[in-house]
């Protein structure tokens, strides 16, 4: 049974930094795709960064310069590490994960990310 389980979520300044975690289990192949997504109060979920099978990374325009992505294979972890963080980086973040073989998606619970201005 495939888990992501996020942490690293919590209040911070604007300017400030965090780095948010995700352990990923239960899975045996490389996924599709690893990554995080954010949903802000009364609006759509949206990609902030993804890792795909191959290596390649995509990250939102709004983020691009200031979050990165990295997988620790070793750790089974996924990682963002976010700078230069603003009031409006707030949001819940969920950790998703495709398997490459049914294209199944998989969710994170969430962690909360509260930028004060």
């Known amino acids: 049974q495939v888990q992501l389980v996020e942490s690293g979520g919590g209040l911070v300044q604007a300017g400030g930094s965090l780095r948010l975690s995700c352990v990923v289990s239960g899975i045996i192949a490389s996924p599709k795709s690893v990554g995080w997504y954010r949903q802000a109060p009364g609006k759509q979920r949206e990609l902030v960064a993804r890792i795909i099978s191959g290596g390649g990374k995509n990250y939102a325009d709004s983020v691009k310069g200031r979050f990165t992505i990295f997988r620790d294979n070793a750790e089974n972890t996924v990682y963002l590490h976010m700078n230069s963080l603003k009031p409006e980086d707030t949001a819940v973040y969920y950790c998703?994960?495709?398997?490459?073989?049914?294209?199944?998606?998989?969710w994170g619970q969430g962690t909360q990310v509260t930028v004060s201005s």
């Open positions: 998703n994960l495709v398997l490459l073989s049914s294209n199944d998606n998989y």
